[in-house]
T-cell receptor
């Protein structure tokens, strides 16, 4: 089955810096890659997703890039703010399956 | 607000007891998923229902069971509780229950077993 590895497990940055979280996946048939943000005491919420027919997608300070050849995708957050502090999960899934495979999460800490 | 509701928000109980967690999906979503998240752990998939029928099963213990009712709300039943069952339990919903659908998560139920 699919295996998703997420790095780093913890990321500490200064406010205003950029943050990058990387995920690798094993199943070349995977074609949908969402990113979720989980704030303390809340459920994960989708922040951005990308499908395999595009290489990059951007939404204000957040972007996701996908390299299908290398089977990895990354979340980029620019101009980080303290409210970006949260746990971020990546996931990978493919058509015809029912359950996405989640990474183990990255705890992002943005210091003011 | 994702539109997914879960009750109760917190639950404290003793070992050996049985509890029921409830989830109402977003309006229009036919599929419900249950996840367990232990301290500093990722999301462990437990079980999925689609339009009242079980569709996929993950690492769900035999002591745990779930169902989805005709109005599409779902309940997760946890019995013979052990200390290790203490965790956050999340419900998520999606439109068609495909892995490529966006999942919308509820706020979770925090279960503490003493």
């Amino acid at each position: 089955g699919e295996n998703v590895e997420q790095h780093p497990s913890t990321l500490s940055v200064q406010e205003g810096d950029s943050a990058v979280i990387k995920c690798t996946y094993s199943d070349s048939a995977s074609n949908y890659f969402p990113w979720y943000k989980q704030e303390l005491g809340k459920g994960p919420q989708l922040i951005i997703d990308i499908r395999s027919n595009v290489g990059e997608k951007k939404d204000q300070r957040i972007a996701v890039t996908l390299n299908k050849t290398a089977k990895h995708f990354s979340l980029h957050i620019t101009e980080t703010q303290p409210e970006d502090s949260a746990v971020y999960f990546c996931a990978a899934s493919k058509g015809g399956s029912y359950i996405p495979t989640f990474g183990r999460g990255t705890s992002l800490i943005v210091h003011p | 607000d994702s539109g997914v509701t879960q009750t109760p928000k917190h639950l404290i109980t003793a070992t050996g007891q049985r509890v029921t967690l409830r989830c109402s999906p977003r309006s229009g979503d036919l599929s419900v998923y249950w996840y367990q998240q232990s301290l500093d752990q990722g999301l462990q998939f437990l079980i999925q229902y689609y339009n009242g029928e079980e569709r996929a099963k993950g690492n769900i213990l035999e002591r745990f069971s779930a169902q989805q009712f005709p109005d599409l709300h779902s309940e997760l039943n946890l019995s013979s509780l052990e200390l290790g069952d203490s965790a956050l339990y999340f419900c998520a919903s999606s439109v068609e229950g495909q892995a490529t659908d966006t999942q919308y998560f509820g706020p979770g139920t925090r279960l503490t077993v003493l």
